[in-house]
């Protein structure tokens, strides 16, 4: 069964752009997460979706934002770039079958790397 | 701020040794997971630890889940330079994860 995909796996943007991130899930999983990973502030949780419906947020501004696909497929979209916006965008999918999963596995995708200049 | 605290940040051991990862809260979670990571790749899942005071082994790896279900260790005996990268810690509660800051191993040969 292949792994999580994403895509682009290297990206530079100049501050004021916008970005689109895509996520592949592992084949039956539903629920795709997204991560923001930095040096400073490790993994930070942005969002989580199941079933084409944003689930859980994390704390981050309006210009992150997300959507899922009825194949499961996500993308993450940045507004108006940021230099702090600088990081590893990590796309995990998990088995979440929409009930209350006490162990909820993730399934991590290889990043995609974010420069912004 | 992280609700999970891992400690130490660095560890720098030699090949044979071994090693103990913390990672401690003051929250309780429904499960913890531990994951490695490599430069330039995702992080992989090695363990779920879901039933306090659960230990479990994966081969050199000795996972264990604090009584009270706030706390975790990773042991690795006799470690090999492969066993080098970036340990995290997660706890699962309301579908996410909270993420520790993370353990960087290097296992010099």
């Known amino acids: 069964k292949a792994g999580v995909t994403q895509t682009p796996r290297y990206l530079i943007k100049t501050r004021g752009q916008q970005v689109t991130l895509s996520c592949s899930p592992i084949s039956g999983h539903r629920s795709v997460s997204w991560y923001q990973q930095t040096p400073g502030q490790g993994l930070q949780f942005l969002f989580e979706y199941f079933s084409e419906t944003q689930r859980n947020k994390g704390n981050f501004p309006g210009r992150f934002s997300g959507r899922q696909f009825s194949n ?7 507004s108006t770039l940021e230099l702090g916006d600088s990081a590893l965008y990590l796309c995990a999918s998990s088995l979440n079958r929409g009930q209350v999963e006490i162990s909820y596995e ?12 | 701020t992280q609700l999970l605290e891992q400690s130490p940040q660095f560890l720098s051991i030699q090949e044979g040794e071994n090693l103990t990862v913390y990672c401690n809260s003051s929250s309780v979670f429904s499960s913890l997971q531990w994951y ?6 995702g992080p992989v899942l090695l363990v779920t630890v879901v039933t306090g005071g659960e230990v479990k082994k994966l081969k050199r790896l000795t996972f264990q889940f604090g009584d009270a279900r706030k ?39």
């Open chain 1, 106 to 117: 993730q399934y991590f995708g290889p990043g995609t790397r974010l420069t912004v200049t």
């Open chain 2, 36 to 41: 490695r990571q490599e430069p330039g790749e």
């Open chain 2, 71 to 109: 706390d975790s260790s990773l042991h690795i005996t006799a470690a090999q330079p492969g066993d080098t990268g970036l340990y995290l810690c997660a706890g699962a509660y309301d579908y996410k994860l909270s993420f520790g800051a993370g353990t960087t191993v290097t296992v010099r040969a």
């Open chain 1, 72 to 78: 499961s497929r996500s993308e993450m979209n940045v």
